[in-house]
């Protein structure tokens, strides 16, 4: 695996373990369809939560709200909704970001995609 991937992965499993600390349920990783992907859809009490996580090794790249654009926004939603009606899901959802540093830098968005669904 390419190191960037690498890193990706493990800013991924460090995102994961530290909703699990939170209370938050896994329920899928890497969920993928052909309009996107999620990175980790849980579960946080009555509402599914689909996570993106970004990893910045840099801090002066910007952080990690600052690396969507507006097509991936489009594409987290897409893939999201992709995820909604496939599991026939009738709960709250919502579209959290996790910035990733390293295992002790990470910044949890809550609710930081608005949806449309």
Same mark, same amino acid.
């Given at each position: 695996?390419?190191?960037?991937?690498?890193?990706?992965?493990? #800013?991924?499993?460090?995102?994961? @373990?530290?909703? *699990?600390? /939170?209370? $938050?349920?896994?329920?899928?990783?890497?969920?993928?369809?052909?309009?996107?992907?999620?990175?980790?859809?849980?579960?946080?009490?009555?509402?599914?939560?689909?996570?993106?996580?970004?990893?910045?090794?840099?801090?002066?790249?910007?952080? #990690?709200?600052?690396?969507?654009? @507006?097509?991936? *926004?489009? /594409?987290? $939603?897409?893939?999201?909704?992709?995820?909604?009606?496939?599991?026939?899901?009738?709960?709250?959802?919502?579209?959290?970001?996790?910035?990733?540093?390293?295992?002790?830098?990470?910044?949890?968005?809550?609710?930081?995609?608005?949806?449309?669904?």
């Amino acid at each position: 695996m390419r190191p960037h991937l690498e890193a990706g992965a493990q #800013a991924e499993q460090w995102a994961c @373990a530290y909703l *699990q600390q /939170r209370g $938050l349920k896994l329920l899928e990783r890497n969920y993928r369809c052909r309009m996107g992907e999620i990175d980790i859809v849980m579960r946080d009490v009555e509402t599914v939560v689909f996570v993106e996580v970004r990893y910045r090794s840099n801090p002066g790249f910007g952080g #990690a709200l600052a690396s969507i654009d @507006a097509r991936k *926004q489009s /594409r987290i $939603l897409a893939a999201a909704s992709h995820y909604v009606q496939r599991h026939k899901l009738e709960c709250p959802t919502r579209i959290d970001v996790v910035g990733v540093r390293d295992r002790i830098r990470i910044d949890w968005l809550s609710n930081a995609i608005e949806s449309a669904w």
